[in-house]
């Protein structure tokens, strides 16, 4: 059974940070793209970075140069470190992995279509 578990979220004033976990299981991580995205109540999804083949890597204008995505392959473990959190970033925050290893990049860069797999999401609130 796939599962993506995230963990790292949780309530901070603007200026902070946090770093997001992202476990993977049951399925070879190495094989599959992956992705962090958000959604705010009452918006749609949003991209925010991604992972594509040969490990390049893609932001959102507004995770650019705040927000950092990494991964530890030998832990099957993906990343998303987040700096100057502003009021405006607060969302559930979610991992999703693809077997096309250029989808995730597309998707994160046009908005639309599906992963593969996407974990439960973690909450991150940053109050001003």
């Known amino acids: 059974e796939v599962q993506l578990l995230e963990t790292g979220g949780g309530s901070v004033q603007a200026g902070g940070s946090l770093r997001l976990s992202c476990t993977a299981s049951?399925?070879?991580?190495?094989?599959?793209?992956m992705a962090w995205f958000r959604q705010a109540p009452g918006k749609e999804r949003e991209g925010v970075a991604a992972?594509?083949?040969?490990?390049?890597?893609h932001y959102a204008d507004f995770a650019q140069g705040r927000f950092a995505i990494s991964q530890d392959r030998s832990k099957n473990t993906l990343y998303l470190q987040m700096n100057s959190l502003q009021p405006e970033d607060t969302a559930m925050y979610f991992c999703a992995a693809h077997r096309n290893p250029f989808h995730c990049i597309h998707v994160v860069v046009t908005g639309r279509g599906e992963l593969d797999y996407r974990g439960q999401g973690t909450q991150v609130t940053v109050s001003s």
């Open positions: 049951g399925y070879t991580y190495s094989d599959y793209c």
């Open positions: 992972f594509g083949g040969s490990g390049t890597t």
